[in-house]
């Protein structure tokens, strides 16, 4: 009776992933259910091989600069030793808890501040003693900064630049030869889903017309 459970198992198992990857071979009801994502291939999907760590710095009238983050007290750390701040990749909070370490402490008149991104590959993580199992070079961990957003002192975004991950692959694809002489062959053109021409292509919420978007007109140039 054990034997035939155990082969139920791995045969329901099997079966349900044979589904699973064949509805995303075939593009079909991929969203169909949470289920779904349990036989999706991307066990490490959005996982990055750099470790990152953010920093907001203030500068003063006189020139000098602050650390906002973490502040001058107890903070609060969610998970492991990491502050609250350092959860936030998407750059929601950081302005607003920059403001509150301002709030409540004494200092000079604030010009602005700085959210950098620290960045180093997650392989200086490990301990000396795997490292040196796994490596033969020597353990040399290096930290690249990157300023991520400059914000006044009321907190308004005064420029942004992405995060330096973002960049590195944005260098890498302009780097590639291939790409690069696609793009020059490449024309530009409207992508245009004919279910949305009502709500994107109107005036006054009645369906466009060729006149209204005359790239619509399948012979114009």
Request: glycine share 6%; aromatic share 14%; with cysteine.
């Amino acid at each position: 009776m054990k034997r035939w459970l155990a082969k139920l198992i791995i045969g329901s198992y099997l079966t349900a992933l044979a589904l699973g990857v064949g509805c995303y071979t075939m593009n079909f009801g991929m969203s169909s259910h949470p289920a779904v994502y349990f036989f999706v291939w991307d066990m490490f999907c959005g996982w990055s091989a750099h470790e990152v760590r953010y920093h907001m710095i203030a500068e003063g009238e006189s020139g000098n600069y602050y650390r906002l983050c973490p502040p001058p007290w107890n903070t609060f750390s969610p998970y492991g030793d990491l502050e609250r701040d350092q959860y936030d990749a998407i750059g929601n909070a950081h302005a607003k808890i920059a403001k509150n370490t301002l709030r409540h402490t004494d200092h000079e008149p604030i010009t602005r501040f700085f959210l950098l991104e620290e960045t180093w590959p997650k392989k200086y993580n490990l301990p000396d003693h795997l490292w040196a199992a796994r490596f033969d070079e020597e353990k040399d961990p290096h930290s690249y900064f990157w300023l991520k957003a400059t914000f006044d002192s009321d907190g308004m975004v005064m420029q942004g630049n992405g995060d330096y991950i973002t960049h590195l692959t944005n260098l890498a694809v302009t780097d590639n030869p291939r790409l690069k002489a696609d793009s020059l062959r490449g024309k530009p053109f409207y992508a245009v889903d004919p279910t949305q021409r009502t709500a994107t292509g109107s005036r006054s919420g009645v369906e466009a017309t060729e006149n209204d978007l005359p790239w619509l007109h399948p012979n114009a140039n």
